[in-house]
């Protein structure tokens, strides 16, 4: 006899990371959207890997781990340097609650 599935719906926080429990999942979305905009950056140059890599000044094997999305491990500073080669602009914004007073970073 097949096990019963549980098909409940669950609404998403907006945040994948934090929906699946996961430690640090603020961070862990930030490092995702560079690296989509990273990957992304580099698809619409129409560079190899390789390419990428002698332009922006990482080895390749960090562009395959970031256009994979495995590059979980380098840093918010080390991706938004890439973005930075990239013409891009990173921006931090601090809200702090029942506060109107709002910070804003642009890096």
């Known amino acids: 006899m097949a096990k019963k599935r549980d098909e409940r719906i669950v609404k998403s926080s907006g945040n994948v990371f934090a929906d699946l429990g996961l430690a640090h999942s603020e961070e862990a979305l930030a490092k995702a959207k560079l690296m989509h905009f990273i990957s992304q950056a580099i698809e619409r140059r129409g560079w190899s890997q390789s390419e990428a890599a002698v332009e922006l000044g990482v080895s390749q094997?960090?562009?395959?781990?970031?256009?994979?999305?495995?590059?979980?491990?380098?840093?918010?500073?080390?991706?938004?340097?890439?973005?930075?080669?990239?013409?891009?602009?990173v921006t931090i914004e601090v809200k702090v609650e029942k506060c109107k007073e709002r910070i804003a970073l642009y890096a």
């Open 61 to 89: 094997s960090n562009i395959s781990n970031i256009a994979r999305g495995s590059g979980r491990s380098y840093s918010l500073e080390k991706l938004s340097g890439i973005v930075h080669k990239l013409n891009g602009t």
